[in-house]
């Protein structure tokens, strides 16, 4: 199914219809309560997304991630080396301290250099940016960055933002997301949430953010912070690449708003 399709199906049933008036009521009730221009109605607080949320989310959101670029790489080397790296930024830092679960996976493309993060921690490298980063410290920036779009919540704010349907927000759907029971609600709107998040482009600034904490993760794990920041600039034109190539999917213009 195309996870963009808006058109109205024979299964939209009374119970849909509701929560989506619902979603509208609590949106114009929020932006009233946030403007405060209508005393009466209660001031209402952001929707609130857990750490718990997130993990399941981009855990959800992972085995689409792979299959994108090649499914998991079976190079053990390359594995054990991820994993190295990876542990070492994670618990030899102020990431150990983050509510988030990391897991860094090697994916099989080779043709492609380019690594990716998915909110909660799912952290993926491709073969092909691998073989461009031969030390450990380049790979330990590559990383780093990732880590940090994870622990800096770049890739949860933007889906918060994005709409999925009139009156309903990724951030609605994320805050009545089950962790607990990840595919009983709302499904086709967490499949379109899994279908941006596989799509993700973060904002010039928001990149510049994940250098800045993704060196400084690398050097308190021990890594020479120049390598880091080496492989952090080839990482910086490959999504630059990959923006311009457009691929598959939707535009980040159109993704977010
Ligand atoms: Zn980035």
Known sequence: MDPHERRPRAGLGWGRLLTVLTMALVAVVGYYGIRGSSPALPRLRPVR????????I?????????????GLSTDRQARQRVDRVCHDLVEKTEARRSPYDFDCHVL??????????LPGGQVFVT?????????DAGLAGVLGHEIAHVLDRHGTERIAQTR???????????????????ASRRKAA??????RLIDLRFSPAEEAAADRLGSRLAAEAGYD??????AMRL???????????????VPPQKAAF
């Open 225 to 230: 912070p120049q390598g880091a920041a080496q």
């Open 127 to 135: 073969a092909g940016l691998m073989e461009k980063v031969p030390s």
């Open 164 to 182: 999925i349907a009139p009156g309903l927000t990724g951030a609605a759907v994320l805050a009545a997301y089950d962790p607990a029971d990840p």
């Open 190 to 195: 967490v499949a379109t949430l899994i279908g």
């Open 58 to 70: 981009g855990l959800q959101a992972a085995p689409a991630m792979a299959q994108r670029y090649g």
């Open 235 to 249: 990482l910086a034109t490959a999504s630059y690449e990959r923006g311009a190539r457009g691929e598959e999917g």
């Open 49 to 56: 997304i857990t750490p718990q949320q997130e993990i399941a």
């Open 108 to 117: 099989a493309d080779a043709q492609t250099a380019d690594a990716f993060a």
